[in-house]
């Protein structure tokens, strides 16, 4: 994947894999405006960001570069599903 798959509030989202892409989803359309820009502004401090979606699988959010962010998955010790 890896190449720019959404614009979510002004800012541009890619992933670094296929798992990755139910992070994109969980920022789009199922977290709070105010919640996902709070993200950003973390990540765009240097800040780690890490967050879950709503069946608990991890990812990250890591800033880029002019705006645009990639969206990880993260394996967790009970597995990722």
Request: charged content about 35%; aromatic content about 10%.
């Amino acid at each position: 994947m890896g190449k720019h798959l959404l614009t979510v509030h002004g800012h541009k989202l890619s992933c670094a894999d296929d798992r990755a892409f139910h992070g994109i989803k969980h920022l789009a359309y199922d977290m709070e405006k105010e919640a996902v820009k709070e993200l950003f502004e973390q990540a765009e401090r240097g800040e780690p960001v890490d967050f879950e979606d709503d069946e608990h699988r991890a990812f990250s959010l890591i800033d880029g570069e002019n705006g645009a962010f990639t969206v990880v998955s993260r394996d967790k010790p009970d597995g990722w599903f």
